[in-house]
């Protein structure tokens, strides 16, 4: 498997447009997570799906941001307008379904840096 | 809701162990504690897991103390390659409350 996919791996826009960030999960995997890394704020959970139904939103940020999953093998992030302190690195990650105990091991893409100028 | 906090940085040479702690005082009883190592420009990646006592796998091993307040990541005789970032994680898949580190920058010296 090719891992976690993400596209684009590099994104400038200007402020007030709108930014839609991929991911393609493992094949297999029932949960996906999107992420976002600032060197202020870390690596902070933004939303979580699980069989593609979306389980906590509450780490997004704002109205702004909006995050789906149509089907088990495709999400996006969308930011919508885009605003300067919006730039950041953004991951995809997915796992297998919780088997009940432990913490499943998340496997990350390689990430989207956003730059909003 | 548990915090988790661990050293900024620290620094080792080549085939030294280094241990790098995390604390985590209010840790509920389902969660677990994950460390994930990053280098510049990838994703975080799984090293290893526990619950309690000692877990160890073919790259490390995770101390975890009967309190489970506190764990600590052992990297035996460390290489240059294993300069990178190492972030712990709290948590459980039960609710996905997932904590994670700040991060330790771990520089490893020739």
């Known amino acids: 498997d090719a891992g976690v996919i993400q596209s684009p791996r590099h994104e400038v826009t200007e402020m007030g447009q709108e930014v839609t960030l991929r991911c393609k999960p493992i094949?297999?995997?029932?949960?996906l997570f999107w992420y976002r890394q600032t060197m202020m704020r870390g690596l902070e959970l933004l939303i979580y799906?699980?069989?593609?139904?979306?389980?906590?939103d509450s780490g997004m940020p704002e109205d702004r941001f909006s995050a789906k999953m149509p089907n088990a093998s495709f999400s996006t992030l969308k930011i919508q307008p885009s605003e300067p302190r919006d730039s950041a690195v953004y991951f995809c990650?997915?796992?297998?379904?919780?088997?009940?105990?432990?913490?499943?091991?998340?496997?990350f893409g390689a990430g989207t840096r956003l730059s909003v100028l | 809701l548990a915090k988790t906090t661990q050293p900024i940085s620290m620094d080792s040479y080549e085939g030294q162990e280094v241990n790098i702690t995390c604390s985590h005082n209010?840790?509920?009883?389902?969660?677990?504690i994950t460390w994930y190592q990053q280098f510049p420009s990838q994703g975080p990646r799984f090293i290893i897991q526990g619950y309690k006592t000692k877990v160890t796998n073919e790259v490390a091993s995770l101390f975890i103390p009967a309190d489970r307040k506190s764990s600590t990541l052992s990297l035996p005789r460390v290489s240059l390659s294993d300069t990178a970032v190492y972030y712990c994680?709290?948590?459980?898949?039960?609710?996905?409350?997932?904590?994670w580190g700040a991060g330790t920058k771990l520089i490893i010296k020739p």
């Open positions: 990650a997915s796992s297998l379904a919780w088997a009940g105990q432990g913490m499943n091991i998340q496997y």
């Open positions: 994680l709290v948590g459980s898949g039960s609710n996905y409350q997932l904590i």
């Open positions: 094949s297999g995997h029932n949960s």
């Open positions: 209010n840790i509920a009883t389902n969660d677990y």
């Open positions: 799906f699980n069989n593609n139904v979306p389980i906590d």
